[in-house]
């Protein structure tokens, strides 16, 4: 098992830019992937981008590739999401997810990913 807990949002101008923080705890993580997802109401969880926590190796969606930066600190059990450059689509509550151990780095589909944090609200205002 692998709990998950967000942190960081908030509200900021459009350009601004907003650090998310996933604090893991529970089972070591080793080739998990672990994964950042968004919604907003009416749609289905969209996925954001991910990282392989045993390699570093990042996977973004098209729509927010150059601007979203996921890392990890394996020392901390942290995964964070970098938002710079935001803009009103990205208004969303975000997630953090993992998957058990394995899984693809290039998946979007959120059914593969196992375990959820409770989310935390962005809000970009123009």
């Known amino acids: 098992q692998v709990q998950l807990v967000e942190s960081g949002g908030g509200t900021v101008q459009v350009g601004g830019s907003l650090r998310l923080s996933c604090q893991a705890s529970g089972e070591t993580l080793g080739h998990h992937v672990m994964g950042w997802f968004r919604q907003t109401p009416g749609k289905e969880r969209e996925f954001v981008g991910a990282i392989r926590w045993s390699f570093g190796t990042t996977h973004y969606a098209d729509t927010i590739k150059g601007r979203f930066t996921i890392s990890r600190d394996i020392a901390k059990n942290t995964m964070s999401l970098q938002m710079d450059s935001l803009k009103p689509d990205d208004t969303a509550v975000y997630y953090c997810?993992?998957?058990?151990?394995?899984?693809?780095?290039?998946?979007?589909?959120?059914?593969?990913?196992?375990?959820w944090g409770q989310g935390t609200q962005v809000t970009v205002s123009s």
């Open positions: 997810a993992a998957t058990t151990n394995g899984g693809s780095l290039t998946d979007a589909n959120s059914r593969s990913y196992d375990y």
